[in-house]
């Protein structure tokens, strides 16, 4: 499924909000995303809490939603493969937005500093740089951050949690870029 989505990114207020002309009654107070149904509200909650109940069977990963889980499957099923280079996504849009990255298309342009994006929620997140808006919040300690994705590993701290773990030596890490690091510095031959 796609959708338009609006960008107002001239002012200090930044949205996103799909117009596809379905009513989107119900928000998150913790990043103002619209849904549209009370229920779908209630398993998007479940993403800023950091439970991830739902477990996949192929890579260790696990997530707040069984609706998430399914998707990712797509992944290991190789449903959404990119042609180019093999990679693997869990959607058709998904997949469709990553092509762009072959073609070099960038359509959205910030109007403060000219930088282009492929997405226009990249733009959007990039948007805060300049404004300084942070919506994110941690529920824990209260620190702030301009990308949702940042909190969710933030959150990480307060839970332990370790998804990324090495293959070679079972040691976890709470961020990918450390699981990649770690393989660098200790198990590359230089």
Known sequence: MTFDVKIEADSDDITERPHDDKPRPHLCTVCDKWLTLKGSLHQHNQSHTGAKLY???????????????????????????????????????VLSVHRHSHSGEKPFECTVCSKRF???????AHSRVHSGEKPYTCYECNKAFSRCGNLTTHLRVHTGEKPYKCLLCDKSF?????????????????
Do not use: I, P, W
């Not at 707040?64 to 797509?74: G, I, P, S, V």
């Not at 709470?174 to 230089?190: A, Y």
């Open 174 to 190: 709470s961020d990918s870029s450390h699981l990649q690091k770690h393989k660098l510095l200790v198990h590359s031959e230089r």
């Open 55 to 93: 477990a996949c069977t192929q890579c260790e990963k696990h997530f707040a939603a069984r609706r998430t889980l399914k998707e990712h499957m797509n992944v290991h099923s190789s449903k959404y493969k990119c042609t180019e280079c093999g990679k693997c996504f869990r959607s058709s849009h």
């Open 118 to 124: 492929t997405q226009s929620s990249s733009l959007a």
